[in-house]
């Protein structure tokens, strides 16, 4: 069974930066496949960035490409997501979430239905 905790999240201006941070524990970390999600009021939840096992491969929605990386130190059981040039549309909640997997697919990656463990989410707001 693996826990997952979020934190780093909270209020921003537009065009500001912030890192969140995943950390796990009750597994093999190097073992799971990472991904960050997100989910805003009145909206279904979606993919935000995938990170593989060994952190060989990543990839990011297109809304945030170019603005958000996800990175792993695998060493530490953390993964992060680190968010620049905010928008107000970022607003949203915030999850990461675990896969016992070392698939290198990136689309299969950004499935959130094959996810099998999640965190309690952080709430990342960004003001106008």
């Known amino acids: 069974q693996v826990q997952l905790v979020e934190s780093g999240g909270g209020l921003v201006q537009a065009g500001g930066s912030l890192r969140l941070s995943c950390a796990a524990s009750?597994?093999?970390?190097?073992?799971?496949?990472m991904g960050w999600f997100r989910q805003a009021p009145g909206k279904e939840r979606e993919f935000v960035a995938t990170?593989?096992?060994?952190?060989?491969?990543?990839h990011s929605a297109d809304s945030v490409k170019g603005r958000f990386t996800i990175f792993r130190d695998n060493a530490k059981n953390t993964v992060y997501l680190q968010m620049s040039s905010l928008k107000p549309e970022d607003t949203a909640v915030y999850y990461c979430a675990a896969r016992l997997s070392t698939s290198l697919n990136v689309w299969y990656l950004s499935q959130v239905q094959i996810y099998d463990y999640w965190g309690q989410g952080t709430q990342v707001t960004v003001s106008s």
């Open positions: 009750g597994g093999t970390f190097s073992r799971h496949a």
């Open positions: 990170i593989s096992a060994s952190g060989g491969q990543t």
